[in-house]
């Protein structure tokens, strides 16, 4: 397993505009991408997603691994299989969390 490349932090939806701000106004990273509910900040070598979130209450950071075989790295970690947080479309992966509870994309990395 290796660290993958992008960091979220899901915000409340009364938080997003303040938070995305905050990292763009005070912080001084580069926007990289824009979308409705996401924009997405050069972080180094990787790229940290603000995600406005419907529903969220509190501020929780979803990460990413990379793994050749997603299947056996879940069976590795021994973590519960979270599938129903997102779907993934056209992810080779699961998510999962860690005992504090973090969320995490174990993935395999698409090449090209």
Request: charged share 25%; proline share 6%; glycine share 8%.
């Amino acid at each position: 397993m290796e660290p993958g490349k992008n960091i979220a932090i899901k915000v409340p939806m009364h938080r997003w505009e303040e938070t995305v701000a905050f990292y763009r106004d005070k912080v001084g990273l580069t926007v990289t991408r824009e979308l409705d509910n996401s924009t997405g900040f050069n972080f180094g070598g990787l790229t940290l997603w603000i995600d406005r979130v419907p529903h969220q209450s509190q501020t929780d950071v979803w990460i990413e691994l990379f793994d050749d075989d997603p299947d056996a790295a879940l069976s590795h970690l021994g973590s519960p299989c979270r599938d129903e947080l997102e779907p993934l479309t056209n992810v080779t992966g699961h998510w999962t969390s860690d005992p504090a509870g973090t969320v995490i994309l174990l993935r395999r990395e698409q090449m090209g």
